[in-house]
């Protein structure tokens, strides 16, 4: 197996704090620069699995990096370089304490409330009638609060997030008309690539002076769930899964082995050759999202070359 970050500990130039989320550690520099280290770890269910995917973090940051390209003429956002296949570097802002989820279809988690018997979701209308997987009317847009480190992101409605002040309203409008944008672009790019973008997550912050921009990642296999638009009627015809790219397949796997990331569950064992398996599927997604073949970077010292990269893009 190939090597893998699941920490790290760097002290770059300049540099004041650092955050180490679920799978991916930010540092703050002098000057609002924000570098932030896409690790290796896998999240499902909010919890981080016991051992790492080679070259996970270099395909999220890969597609991220691409994606917000992609989408930077629509929306301001973070992202200034990417000075190593893990590493994005951007501005540093205020981070809005919701995820902006919407919704193309009913799946993953909307799929599982509505089995549930639920009709509404953060305060939106789910039509009666509904199949796994189907498309809804229009796309819907269904918040999260942010977790705090070890805690689950829970659902939110619009109306609780103004009655509550997590967000203005002026700005929580910005976030809906952004999302629908980033939504919109997005479900293009994947149409041209022969793939239905099913639901995503965008995540925003504020600037010094005042801007609201795109951060963290967008389109990723890790922040939102694909299908592959050829079969995707007749697969719902004859009511069969949906042949889909996102790490649902982990979720799916873990949920047969008996974890949900509910209190007193253990995570399953995962063996070297499941972990592999779960690697060849990220370059899978990778190369079908981009249309581009995945070239894999060196990982015989990952940490140092990170370092080198990072600090020679600063010292530049």
């Not at 305060?123 to 809804?136: H, Q, S, T, W």
Request: proline letters at 4%; one cysteine or more.
């Amino acid at each position: 197996m190939s090597n893998t970050i699941t920490s790290t500990n760097f002290n770059f130039p300049g540099q004041k704090a650092v955050y180490h989320g679920k799978v991916r550690e930010v540092y703050t520099l002098e000057n609002d620069v924000l570098v932030m280290v896409a690790t290796d770890r896998l999240s499902a269910f909010d919890v981080v699995m016991p051992k790492g995917i080679p070259y996970k973090g270099q395909i999220l940051n890969q597609i991220a990096t691409k994606m917000m390209r992609d989408t930077e003429d629509l929306v301001p956002n973070w992202l200034t370089a990417t000075p190593d296949p893990n590493v994005a570097v951007g501005e540093a802002c205020d981070p809005f304490k919701v995820e902006m989820v919407i919704r193309g279809y009913l799946s993953g988690h909307a799929a599982r409330e509505y089995k549930a018997g639920k009709r509404i979701l953060c305060g939106v209308a789910m039509p009666e009638g509904m199949i796994e997987n189907d498309k809804f009317p229009e796309p819907i847009i269904t918040p999260a609060t942010k977790a705090e480190a070890g805690d689950h992101d829970e659902d939110i409605s619009r109306e609780d997030i103004l009655k509550r002040g997590i967000v203005s309203e002026a700005d929580y409008l910005q976030l809906e008309d952004y999302t629908r944008k980033l939504f919109q672009r997005g479900t293009e790019i994947a149409a041209s690539r022969g793939l239905i973008l099913v639901d995503t997550k965008y995540e925003f912050g504020k600037t010094k002076d005042g801007k609201v921009i795109l951060i963290d990642e967008i389109h990723t296999p890790d922040s939102s769930r694909y299908f592959y638009a050829e079969g995707y009627s007749e697969r719902q015809a004859k009511g069969e899964a949906q042949k889909q790219l996102s790490k649902e397949f982990v979720r799916q796997w873990l949920i047969q082995n008996g974890f949900q990331g509910l209190e007193g569950q253990q995570v399953p064992f995962m063996s070297d050759e499941y972990i592999e398996t779960v690697s060849e599927r990220y370059i899978e997604l990778y190369e079908n999202i981009t249309g581009e073949k995945f070239v894999k970077a060196e990982t015989s010292n990952i940490l140092d070359r990170i370092e080198a990269n990072v600090t020679e893009y600063l010292k530049a």
